[in-house]
């Protein structure tokens, strides 16, 4: 392919994102697809991608069903015929249909000014013309019968006469059977005429016209004569519907040739999204990436034609600095392939794939990618390996530049290692100085010393395991990578006393590899080491957001308890207030001093107020700071303390390790580990009538009683409060029709003083607070 380098294989992932498209030339567009030099381009395809995978998730397909008749229709007209037929008319319709469609849904979900929105723009909505194709034709691509209403007169006429000579000649045949004047075969229509199956020896016996043979000339095909004018009849009005039919088809034709160049701009169109939705099937199969503008730093880079359930993701981090990787190790153990990966995450996101690298992802915008790699010799052109080599780098020579990505793949193969090594340390460094960012594999000690040695060099290398001699194709950052010559001869058999003296002859390289290799191994077993302390960092940080999560609950649970245990007090305190205040008016009747009163009632009230936040602070203090007693056998009847409830309960049943207690109104289901038993029993309940004379009571509760029901026991009440020196009374009543006919009886009675709504934590709308008269 025409910019990208063959041995990048680029076509082969461009096939299998063309069966990702539902036309073939959609297909054909994505085969075509090259990867873009300008950014700009580049981010426009990456969005298109990403609004198509959107609309891809919503339902929406591209609209191509009938791309290839509506092709094959246009091009008829282009070479100027006179009318479609009705089956191209209707996929025509079908066309400009799922245009329209596909327009209008791609609009309430795309903003007009994104990317995609171009393409769908050039989609054309001709309402009117695919309506008018669909509704003169059928969905078996015939003419309707009532394509025009003259049409549909003659259509019905044919049918009628057909009808009708059907019978007759059915009539004749049965008369003519009977006789064995006909052949077994039933009469046919021969040339829009209906015949007999007549014997050639019995043709005096029918009276007509012959219209045909059988190929044997043993039967005639003889029209009756009583049946000619009738035919002729039925001939011409079928004349007047083909007529007709032709009339229709050519209006029609003379619609679509008006709509021609919309109709063209809207194939163009869908085929284009046709092929980005392609792109966008593929990028969601392959999870791919578009990496972000920035330095190296591909995370999980893999080749996308290695299947993922085989491929080893590597990480490629450079810093800012790099000019030229070296990356060395082993041959098969990857080098070749990370470097494809990385040249095709370029091509890739440049073609509005994304690249296969994972999020976070980041890398330089690369206008174009040149590479050196693969046997290139070519018989034909007198070129050796080393030579197709030679012609690769004086193009990279020529024509790259600072956004330029060149990839060579052993750049002294195939020649003398020394001076095919200094050669390429030259390549390399002319390369460097030009700005180009290049990916070389290698084997020469002599590039990888310069690697060390050099600004903007850098070494890499791919792992290998020494002790099973197989690779772990994973990219080691700033190491340089041992061949394993010797290791891999004798894993393939070759004699110990050649490998010995190979060793002797290597000399200086043998130790260096040794040592490379020794290296490598360090290097592996820090980063084992790192990773572990960086595992076990992450579970100590585990471990302390638990026990942070442990401790709010804690806080959580201890807040809700004092929140019920203060509403219990504020519950108990109203009810006190209420007493006090029917005490006041007794000793404001029996001569005592009201505000002496209220003053007394004040500072008792402050007093329990302060008590009682004493008692649940002390309660909770108590409970947090200090374990509950150890207990003994607990048995049903027991009175015991709950840990986190600040009131003590009576167990009710006990069930293996838990308990059900009764506290107050709570049944609460509890850990015996939880309970303590208590050395004497709960405290009795202060009794009612210390604080209110026993034949009163300050709540009158109607609820579940008839209007007259209620006010009866209101009277009685009232009556009863005011003998006990009660003045003031809750009266619940609901929130419905009684509540309207309490209150309105309330507001009439002269014992009432005043009639307020209660306040919400005493029934709100559902309850009034009553205040009596003085009877004296």
Same mark, same amino acid.
């Given at each position: 392919?025409?910019?990208i380098?063959?041995?990048?294989e ?13 036309s073939e030339?959609?297909?054909m ?5 090259q990867p873009?030099?300008s950014?700009?381009? /580049?981010?426009?395809l990456?969005t298109?991608t990403?609004e198509?995978e ?18 094959e229709?246009?091009?008829l ?39 995609l ?9 001709l ?17 309707? #019968?009532?394509?025009? #209403? ?8 044919v ?20 006789s ?6 039933p009469?046919?229509?021969?040339n ?18 012959i ?26 009005a ?10 229709i088809?050519?209006d ?7 709509e ?8 163009e ?36 034609l290695?299947?993922?359930d085989?491929v ?10 790099w000019?030229?990787?070296?990356i060395?190790?082993p ?14 995450a370029?091509?890739? /996101? ?8 994972g999020?976070?992802s ?5 206008r ?17 390996t080393y030579?197709?080599?030679?012609a ?5 020579l ?10 060579? +793949?052993? #750049?002294?193969?195939g ?7 200094a050669?390429a ?6 390369? /460097? ?14 590039l990888?010393?310069?690697a ?5 060099f850098?070494n890499?290398?791919?792992?290998? +395991? ?28 070759i004699?110990g ?11 200086d ?5 040794? &040592? ?18 960086? /595992?076990?960092r992450?579970?100590e940080?585990?471990a ?6 442990e401790?709010?609950s ?5 807040s ?10 504020? &519950? ?21 001093d #009201?505000?002496?009163?209220r ?9 329990v107020?302060?008590?009682t ?11 947090h ?19 986190g ?8 049943s ?8 009764r506290?107050?109104?709570f049944?609460l289901t509890r ?6 038993r ?16 026993v ?6 509760? &109607? &609820? ?28 619940v009543?609901?929130?419905?029709t009684?509540m ?11 014992r ?21 008269? +003085?009877?004296s």
């Open positions: 392919m025409p910019g380098p063959e041995p990048l680029f076509t082969r992932i461009l096939r299998d994102v063309a069966g990702g498209c539902l030339q959609g297909a567009a994505v085969l075509g697809l873009t030099p950014p700009e381009r /580049a981010l426009e990456q298109e990403e198509a959107m609309l891809n998730t919503m339902g929406l397909r591209p609209p191509v069903d009938n791309a290839r008749v509506l092709w229709s246009l091009a007209l282009e070479r100027g015929a006179i009318y479609l037929e009705p089956l191209q008319l209707r996929e025509v319709g079908l066309a400009a249909s799922g245009f329209a469609r596909f327009k209008s849904a791609a609009c309430a979900a795309n903003p007009p000014a994104l990317p929105a171009s393409l769908v723009a050039g989609l054309p909505v309402d009117s013309l695919f309506t008018h194709l669909l509704r003169i034709t059928t969905p078996e691509g015939e003419l309707a #019968p009532g394509a025009s #209403p003259r049409f549909a007169k003659l259509f019905s006429q049918e009628r006469m057909r009808r009708e000579m059907s019978a007759r000649v059915a009539e004749l045949a049965s008369r003519y059977t009977s064995g004047v006909l052949r077994d075969s009469p046919s229509l021969r829009g005429r209906f015949v007999l199956p007549v014997a050639s020896g019995k043709r005096g016996s029918v009276s007509g016209i219209h045909d043979r059988s190929e044997s000339g043993s039967t005639l095909f003889i029209e009756p004569s009583e049946m000619v004018a009738q035919g002729n009849a039925m001939q011409e079928e004349v007047e519907l083909q007529r007709e039919k032709r009339r088809l050519r029609a034709t003379a619609l679509v040739r008006a021609r160049e919309a109709l063209e701009m809207g194939l169109a869908s085929v284009e999204i046709d092929a980005v939705f392609a792109r966008a099937v593929y990028r969601a199969r392959e999870n791919t990436v578009f990496p972000g503008s920035g330095p190296m730093n591909l995370l999980g880079l893999r080749h996308p290695i299947p993922r085989r080893v993701r590597s990480d490629l981090t450079l810093p800012d600095s000019r030229v990787l070296v060395s190790g041959n098969a153990g990857g080098k070749s392939v990370l470097m494809k990966a990385a040249a095709l370029s091509v890739m /996101a440049r073609s509005g794939l994304g690249a296969c690298v999020p976070g980041t890398m330089p915008f690369f174009s990618v040149m590479v050196s790699m693969g046997d290139n010799q070519s018989i034909a052109e007198q070129l050796s030579s197709a080599r030679l690769e780098q004086r193009n990279m020529r024509h790259a530049d600072e956004t330029t990505l060149a990839i060579i +793949d052993e #750049p002294a193969a020649t003398d290692p020394s001076t095919g090594a050669l340390a030259a390549v390399l460094s002319e390369l /460097a100085s030009r700005g180009v960012r290049v990916l070389v594999s290698t084997h020469m000690g002599q990888k010393k310069m060390s040695e050099t600004p903007g850098l890499g290398s791919l792992a290998f +395991d020494r002790e099973t001699l197989s690779p772990s194709y994973s990219f080691i950052y700033g190491v340089p990578g041992a061949s394993f010559t010797l290791e891999v001869a004798s894993a393939a058999g004699d006393s050649v490998l010995e003296r190979a060793r002797v002859l290597a000399g390289s043998f130790r260096l590899d040794n &040592l490379l290799t020794e290296l490598t191994m360090i290097n592996e077993a820090r980063t084992r080491e790192t990773e572990a302390l960086a /595992a076990e992450l579970s940080a585990q302390a957001r638990e026990r942070e999560s401790h709010r804690a806080i959580e649970e201890l809700l308890l004092l929140e019920i245990n203060r509403e219990e007090h504020r &519950l108990k305190l109203q009810d006190i207030s209420s007493k006090a205040d029917s005490l006041l008016a007794v000793l404001s009747r029996g001569g005592t #009201p505000g002496l009163a003053e007394a009632r004040r500072k008792i009230r402050e007093l107020v302060k008590e936040d004493k008692t649940l602070a002390g309660e909770a203090v108590k409970r700071s200090s374990a509950p007693p150890p207990t003994g056998e607990l048995s049903p009847g027991d009175w015991v303390d709950l840990e409830w600040n009131q003590p309960g009576r167990v009710e006990i069930d293996g390790a838990t308990a059900r207690v506290s107050g109104s049944l850990p015996v580990s939880s309970l303590s208590r050395n004497d029993p709960a405290p009795a309940p202060v009794p009612f009538s210390e604080w209110a004379p034949k009163g009571s300050h709540e009158v509760n &109607l &609820l579940g009683k008839t209007v007259d029901e209620s006010i009866g026991e209101l009277d009685e009440r009232i009556d009863s409060a005011v003998a006990c020196g009660l003045f003031r009374l809750r009266v009543h609901g929130k419905g009684l309207s006919s309490v209150t309105g009886w309330l507001k009439k009675d002269r009432v003083k005043t009639l307020t709504q209660a306040s919400p934590a005493e029934g709100g709308t559902g309850a009034s607070i009553v205040i009596l008269k +003085d009877g």
